[in-house]
């Protein structure tokens, strides 16, 4: 099931604290990825950052996810663990040492996969909100950092090709 769909729902629980002051904080309710228990997904959710271009960091319900937005709304999330890509003929770019692919099927919300990374890393993005390679660049510095190499590489960069290859 895509990333984006795993996003049921935002609940919004409250607790309140010795000196019986209310602290609200929003929940968001996703669904881990196939391989979230893997060591790896939590060495790079240990590192999330408390904000994303702009967009505070907000509590989810699931292993190796991250959401950062203001409201109610979620404007990235991101999980570790999704299926490792293969070779695609979607389009692959390279920032901060990561090679990633791009799905904008849904645009203006784009899913963007870590690709020769295993395990795999999915970022879901409100383009007309959040900077991509602002997004991008941060998770890229923690992912190249993190997880190990499977040998696969975007190709043909320099062209404008829109291939990925192994």
Known sequence: MPFARRAI?????????ILALAACSTTVSLQPAPDANNPHCADVTVRFPQTLDGFERRWTDAQATGAWGEGGRSNILVSCGVDVP?????????????DWIVDDADAPYYRITSFGTDPAVEVYLDSETVSSAEVLDALGNIIVDTL??????CTDQATGSSSAEG
């Open 86 to 98: 293969g070779p695609t003929t979607l389009p692959c770019s390279t920032l901060s040492g990561v």
């Open 9 to 17: 729902a935002v609940t919004v629980t409250c607790a309140t604290s």
């Open 148 to 153: 190990p190499v499977n040998g696969l590489q």
